[in-house]
């Protein structure tokens, strides 16, 4: 993480930033904020639904009285189309090249264990990838345990209606 932090305060743009390494469920921070976002499933990089309200809290006790925590993330309806709880998607296939989308679903725990692969002469390639979702009626949950409420949902960046076909969704909640 630190070689990540370097390169941002290298940045001229960022010369005014101040730059805090943490885990983004508890991490200490001195000021509070009028936006705090969490975008592309971040939020669901935190594996237990403790943690997700741990998180959630935290956030409250850093936002201003008009600010807004904005969480985009994917909608897990397309879990019920697995089969014995796991998947496997071909993403490409090319002459020398596969890649391949692997996972398993824990739905006690609401854990998605997943690994994209690729399949080349070369070798083998994994890139694993852990979450925790959670579905928007789940987080609104979350944000009224920790003395927030949903102010706007969103299909999409551009505003569209959240419907249940949506995939994903861009939840915002405040004070």
Known sequence: MQPMADKLISKAESKSMTVTIGDF???AV???YDLVYEVYNTFFNLLTQDDQVRCFQNVAAHLTDTGSFVIE???PGYLYRLENNQYVDAESIELK????????HDPVT???????IELTAEGVRLFPIVCRYAWPSELDLMARIAGLRLKDRWGGWNGEPF???????????GK
Do not use: P
């Not at 419907?163 to 909640?173: D, F, G």
């Open 25 to 27: 469920a508890d991490v």
């Open 73 to 75: 993330a994917f909608t």
């Open 97 to 104: 090249r596969v890649k391949l989308d692997v996972g398993r």
């Open 110 to 116: 609401q854990r998605l264990d997943e690994s994209h």
């Open 30 to 32: 001195a000021s509070n």
């Open 163 to 173: 419907t249940a076909s949506i995939v994903r969704h861009i939840s915002v909640y």
